[in-house]
Nanobody, 125 residues
């Protein structure tokens, strides 16, 4: 069983920064791509970005240039650095493990098999 635990959420003013962490249990973390999703009230869960096991990264257009995903396989941890935050970034943020090797499907939440509990990010205007 894989467990993912997110941390680092909180309240920040617009223009500020936060870094989210997601730590995984299990010895096979390094061989999986990991994704970040977010869900705002009344909206569907949406893809934010992902990092492959070779450290290639992918982002949704709305966060490109502001968010950066990285990973430290020695710590079984993936990070989401969020800069220049906007009120529309307010959501619960989730990390998840990508179960496929087809990276064309990275944006599909249905291709992720394990999810963290989520961490709230609130950006005030």
């Amino acid at each position: 069983q894989v467990q993912l635990v997110e941390s680092g959420g909180g309240l920040v003013q617009a223009g500020g920064s936060l870094r989210l962490s997601c730590t995984a249990s299990g010895r096979t973390f390094s061989s999986y791509a990991m994704g970040w999703f977010r869900q705002a009230p009344g909206k569907e869960r949406e893809f934010v970005g992902a990092i492959t096991w070779t450290h290639n990264t992918y982002y949704v257009d709305s966060v490109k240039g502001r968010f950066t995903i990285s990973r430290d396989n020695t710590k079984n941890t993936v990070y989401l650095q969020m800069n220049s935050l906007k009120p529309e970034d307010t959501a619960v943020y989730y990390c998840a493990r990508f179960r496929s090797r087809d990276y064309t499907a990275l944006q599909s939440r249905y291709e992720y098999d394990y999810w963290g509990q989520g961490t709230q990010v609130t950006v005030s205007s």
